[in-house]
């Protein structure tokens, strides 16, 4: 049986990707990345019930604050990663992350992605700048930073591990 909650999240739509609400559909592939050595710069390598938690808290975060990790298809239905706006407890600011599963890098993905995620959370809840951590030892997420305008900030120990802060600018301003 497959429930559907009624969480008004929205779905965003670009040239090539639907960014979507999180399902319990994707937990397979959330667990395989979880396994995959880029998981580590997003804290992965963890039990399987710590990857289920995270799947409830990235919807308990859409409940609660009204933005979070999106779920990002290509429009072939293609499960390919999560981008969005998360806010934990402890955090600095409201962060615009992303990552994306093996063999979907170098396609410009994350970067469209990502600045859909950006415009809407600016769009529906703030204009204020956003943050990236990144850490300094992932080059192909710094390059992303990069490409979406962001610049490095500051260094700060995040989990015990010294990364680097990136500062997004505010809305796009449309002529």
Known sequence: MTYTFALPIPT?????LILREPREGDFAAMLAFNDSPRAGFVGGGVPRQQIWRGLLANIGHWALRGHGFYSVDTKAGDFIGRVGVIFHDGWDEPELGWHLFDGHEG???CVEAARAAK???HARLSHAPLISYIDPANPKSEAVAKRLGATPEREKVF???TINVWRHTG?????
Not at 171 to 175: F, I, K, N
């Open 119 to 121: 415009a809407d959370y």
């Open 107 to 109: 396609h410009g993905y």
């Open 159 to 161: 989990f015990d591990k």
């Open 171 to 175: 809305p796009e301003v449309l002529a």
């Open 12 to 16: 965003l739509t670009t040239d090539r």
